[in-house]
């Protein structure tokens, strides 16, 4: 075979045996010769030393199982090594196709290593499966994914036009694999002009862009000419970022080495020079990688270039085209051919044809017609329709209503529905097959996912999410712990956790199983567990994952946001009336509107309705209700007295027996007004009085509305529900925590600042109880060597530290307990020699557990002779560069006072307000009618009961423009002083989903023939409604219309006509 050298081992049975070949010219050494894989030293001269494993995993687990240790031990992050071969596993469920299912517990086992050895997966082009197993009875061929080429992150970067192939399979039933370590079909001089954002960095950069685009005028000249003399100017004057690096890091390690032997002005002076030049290049680095990697920046002060830089080589295969499938199905690698047929591709898809006359759908704006495929899908619907009324296709139907679906159509997609029976699935295919027919469409095959999420049928099982957890395998891979900081790593997870499984948890409960390994995998990613090294999660998963505010680090409990969803599904099914899955989970379950949160459901029920029916009864004790009618709230169990309490906590005696389906309108007489009779003797008198202040409900009354009483003006969010599941609100953070994260240092310093808070960093007197070591200091060897000790009290700190304390405060200093001393730091609005205090604080206590760590583990390490001004000058620095990376912040002002201004002519202006009391929740309004001149015309006032802001405000602007209509009035401004209000309005009321009697009223008026312009307006001119929505508190009638000028508003009606300044009532 013309290869002089070969390292092999033998058949074992039918299994085994591995034969490795090369030339001369490769120096290649065989390191270790195992039955099931072979490790060699190759030398390259360019490259160095690294490893390569030949791999031919064993067919029998059992035996199989044995390698993966045994490679693990013998392949470290520190050498760049390779493997390839045919390791017989799949690391998920996407590796096969056909045969029965395959084992989910070998394939995490199998990622979990892949993980732990820090590997990346090189996907080679080609086919995917590698491997063609034999046709089974009923199953179909098999197809799996058994070979493949990993490599570790050192390798990937030295080696970083390396790319793999999968070739063509002739006589074997595995496809060989081909990997090219130099670029294959690279031309440099045809890569495309890219713009590189650091050249922005360059102190000349602006200067040259001006002059080189000023020289001409034509717009396409000044492009091609520009680009030339970037890439000139790139190559002579801004030069090689890692060279400069280098050199700048070499010549700063010397200045220091010499300094700490003897203090010298002069390099002082040029090492600060140096640093600043060091920190302009480390900027035009980040920004390089940053550009080429397409990731989120983590800002955290850490370099991570070699995060950015391995992942900008994995996503280079991505931009190479190196293998093609032709139309006959068979793939080629030749570059000419590669060439042609993508040329003939568009040459087809764009060559000339007759010009026809065609008419685009007035909902989709396409260019190339979509006419006719919203005709096609006419035909389908037909198609449909005429199976559904001679009886073949039987659709589904829910309620008394007769609420019946056979099929929906949107703009793009296509849902079908019918009997869950082998009859109804051919009669469904059937009639797609004959659409099919008609129009040249094809059918899928592939069915069972929704705008990417999983249509559940049965059981909810492990297997059914299991692409769940692959995908977050792959972005939490465990070459990636390996470059990012615990910083980093939590950065990633935060990202990961927001937005990969939240998507599918919209609308299922995962099984705890898939919560569980999900979360698994996350704390191992958090905390940087290596094949080396199983580090151990220093504060519990709980604690991490609450709020940074109360001492988290703000990642998501998966199982409690998936709570929240529920929650938010629930809310929409008892708010959301016109929503069709809403009506159609009422009819199919019967439930009734006035009882939903008795609603049960049953063993033979599917799965999402039991999961709503167990959020229903938590979401009641967060509701409360605005009264309208009354025919819906429960009077014992439902909060529509207070936000905060039900009547049942102020029933006299335990032994009264009340009935749980009362509604609040059955406690009002024939008059409609409050039974007081039966109210005495079984409630409380405070409970009494409270009812009384509400106006009673009446048959004419809108409905009861829900109002959520945990969120921000009675709106539900899913954040809300969130912290309302963990116990947590979002102002109930630990004072200090906030602090930290909003500190200007970086986020490594903050980590580490965060684990001394929690006092979790792995001190002596931490670790001696289960390593057996001595708790005492290693470097005074008097105290106990805890959290505290370490950054405060060991002498080796304080004598930093009183370098940088005032005498006034040493005492209280270091007489403060952890949490405490901590939170003084991180509050104290102090400088520095112009530095904040909170920077300065940082950069100490990071460098001396840097320092401690250096000094206890290494030998070599010699403690700086300054270490204060070694400090400052890292602390200066830091600061400057975090100036230089902050965002500015424009400057806010506001007019402190504006007047209220009168209407035009022929114009009237409407203005509103809204007040609730904040002991009671009981709300009222008021609002005001006036001419061009500035006179009164009309006013009112109306209690509302209880309510909140944003309901208290839709009320007076709908009882403004009823009042106003039912007056003629024709022409009007209304103002109105709350700003959400307003925008509910202006969102197309017509399709607010806002399901509230008075944006119901609003709708109906913004509905007539009339000019209208509805304004917000600030506090200082809304002065009037004001008044008389404060007044309407007090008022003892449910609503009144004004047609004279009350005396306690008639100065402020007076300011306004003038024009005058009148201060707002600091209690409004």
């Known amino acids: 075979m013309g290869y002089p050298n070969y390292e092999k ?98 394939c995490n086992k199998f ?13 080679p082009a080609g086919p995917f499966f590698t491997w063609e197993g034999p046709k089974r009875l009923g199953q179909g061929k098999l197809y799996k994914r058994l070979d493949r080429v990993l490599c570790n992150q050192n390798w990937r970067t030295t080696f970083s036009d390396a790319s793999s192939r999968c070739l063509t399979r002739i006589n074997s039933d595995h496809h060989p694999l081909l990997v090219s370590m130099e670029e294959i079909g690279a031309n440099t001089q045809n890569r495309p002009f890219r713009f590189e954002n650091c050249w922005m960095q360059h102190e000349d ?125 068979n793939w080629t690698e030749d570059l000419d051919e590669i060439k042609k047929i993508i040329i003939n591709f568009y040459k087809e898809l764009f060559k000339e044809g007759p010009v026809q006359r065609s008419s685009c759908h007035p909902d989709i704006g396409d260019p190339l017609s979509p006419y006719i495929f919203v005709l096609c899908m006419d035909i389908l619907s037909h198609i449909i329709c005429n199976a559904v009324n001679d009886g073949s296709w039987k659709g589904i139907k829910a309620g008394k209503d007769n609420i019946y679906m056979s099929h929906l159509m949107f703009a793009d997609d296509l849902l079908l529905f019918g009997s869950a029976t082998v009859s109804q699935a051919r009669v469904i295919i059937k009639c797609l097959d004959q659409f099919c027919l008609l129009t040249g469409f094809k059918r899928s095959q592939e069915i069972g996912k929704y705008l990417g999420a999983e249509i559940i049928h049965g059981r909810k099982t492990k297997f059914k999410f299991n692409h769940i957890i692959d995908k977050i395998q792959n972005r939490l891979a465990g070459w990636k712990a390996n470059c990012l900081s615990l910083a980093g790593r939590a950065t990633l997870v935060q990202s ?10 919209q609308n299922c409960m995962l099984p705890k199983s898939v919560i569980n390994q999900i979360e698994k995998m996350e704390r191992a990613f958090l905390w940087g567990s290596t094949s080396e090294k199983k580090r151990c999660h220093q504060i519990g998963w709980d604690k991490v994952c609450t709020l940074k505010s109360s001492g988290g680090l703000g990642i998501l409990s998966l199982r409690d946001m998936n709570v929240a969803f529920f929650y938010k599904l629930a809310w929409q099914l008892i708010t959301r009336k016109d929503s069709l899955w809403v009506n159609f989970i009422k009819g199919r379950y019967g439930v009734s509107e006035n009882f939903i949160f008795e609603s049960r459901s049953k063993p033979t029920d599917s799965s999402f309705w039991k999961d709503i029916t167990r959020a229903l009864p938590d979401l009641r004790n967060h509701i409360a209700w605005e009264l309208g009618d009354g025919s819906k709230i429960s009077f014992w169990d439902d909060m529509w007295v207070s936000n905060d309490m039900t009547l049942r906590q102020y029933v006299i005696s335990s032994n009264t027996h009340v009935n749980k389906d009362d509604k609040v309108k059955d406690f009002t007489n024939d008059h409609e007004q409050w039974d007081i009779e039966k109210l005495t003797g079984v409630l409380t008198q405070p409970a009494i009085n409270k009812i009384m202040c509400i106006v009673p409900p009446t048959r004419q009354a809108d409905p009861d509305v829900p109002m959520w009483n945990l969120g921000k003006d009675s709106t539900f969010t899913t954040k809300s529900a969130y912290l309302c599941i963990r116990g947590l609100t979002s102002n109930n953070g630990v004072q200090g925590w906030g602090s930290i994260w909003k500190g200007c240092f970086q986020q490594r310093h903050k980590v580490l600042l965060w684990r001394l808070g929690h006092n979790s960093l792995p001190t002596r007197s931490r670790t001696a109880s289960w390593s057996g070591a001595s708790p005492l200091c ?40 952890l949490k405490d001393w901590i939170f003084w730091n991180t509050h104290r609005k102090s400088k520095f020699c112009d530095i904040p205090w909170i920077s300065v604080f940082a950069t100490i206590y990071y460098c001396l557990w840097d320092w401690r760590n250096r000094l206890v583990n290494e030998a070599e390490f010699a403690h700086p002779n300054e270490p204060h001004r070694v400090i400052l000058n890292i ?49 009222g309004c008021g609002g005001i009618i006036r001419d061009s001149k500035g006179d009164w015309i009309k006013g009112f006032t109306r209690r509302i009961g209880m309510s909140n802001p944003v309901f208290a405000e839709l009320w007076s602007i709908a009882e403004g423009l009823q009042l106003a209509w039912e007056s003629g009035f024709r022409r009007v401004i209304l103002e109105n002083d709350y700003q959400e209000a307003i925008k509910c309005l202006q969102i197309n009321p017509h399709v607010n989903p806002w399901s509230h009697p008075a944006v119901n009223i609003v709708k109906s008026l913004l509905s007539k023939d009339w000019e209208l312009k509805i304004k917000h307006i600030p506090r200082s001119a809304n002065k009037c409604a004001d008044l008389l929505a404060k007044s309407s508190l007090s008022c003892n009638s449910k609503s009144v219309i004004l047609d004279c000028i009350p005396d306690f508003v008639r100065d402020a009606v007076r300011f306004d006509a003038l024009g005058s300044s009148s201060p707002r009532d600091p209690g409004g």
Request: with cysteine; hydrophobic share 35%.
């Open 496 to 505: 990961v956790c927001a937005s990969m499984p939240l998507y599918h948890m």
């Open 205 to 329: 950069f602006t200067a040259f862009f001006k002059q080189e685009w000023n020289q001409t005028s034509d717009l396409n000249t000044k492009i091609l000419k520009l680009q030339n003399s970037l890439k000139t100017w790139n190559k002579d004057v801004f030069g090689d970022i890692s060279k400069k690096k280098k050199r700048l890091l070499n010549r700063i390690n010397g200045i220091q080495v010499a300094i700490d032997k003897k203090l010298n002005p002069f390099l002082e002076d040029l090492g600060r020079k140096l640093a600043k030049e060091l920190e302009m290049v480390l900027n035009q680095e980040e920004a390089l990688w940053f550009q080429k990697a397409r990731c989120q920046w983590i800002r955290d002060g850490d370099r991570n270039t070699r995060y950015y830089h391995t992942k900008t080589i994995s996503h280079r295969r991505k931009n190479k085209i190196l293998m093609l499938k032709d139309r006959d199905g």
């Open 875 to 923: 602390a200066k620095s830091l600061w400057s560069a975090w100036n230089t990376s902050a965002t500015p912040r424009l400057p806010c002002g506001h007019d402190s006072v504006l007047d209220w201004e009168k209407p035009v002519e022929g114009w009237v202006k409407v203005n509103t307000d809204g007040a609730v009391c904040r002991e009671s929740n009981l709300g």
């Open 778 to 817: 290693p470097l005074c060897k008097v105290s106990r060597e805890s959290n505290l000790h370490a950054f405060r009290d060991c002498s080796f700190a304080s004598r930093i530290w009183n370098s940088f304390i005032n005498r006034k405060d040493r005492a209280l200093f270091f007489m403060l307990p």
């Open 9 to 106: 081992n033998e058949v074992r049975g039918y299994a085994g045996g591995v034969w490795a070949l090369w030339n001369k010219e490769i120096k290649a050494t065989c390191s270790y010769n195992h039955e099931q894989f072979l490790q060699f030293e190759i030398l390259d001269r360019e490259k160095g030393c690294w490893n390569l494993f030949a791999i031919y995993a064993n067919p029998h687990a059992h035996i199989r199982d044995n390698l993966w240790p045994l490679i693990e031990s013998r392949c470290t992050n520190n050498v760049p090594s390779l493997l390839a071969g045919d390791f017989n596993e799949i690391a998920s469920i996407t590796e096969q196709r056909g045969g029965s299912p395959p084992n989910l517990q070998r």
């Open 111 to 123: 990622q979990a290593w892949i993980n732990e050895c820090g590997l990346i997966d090189m996907i």
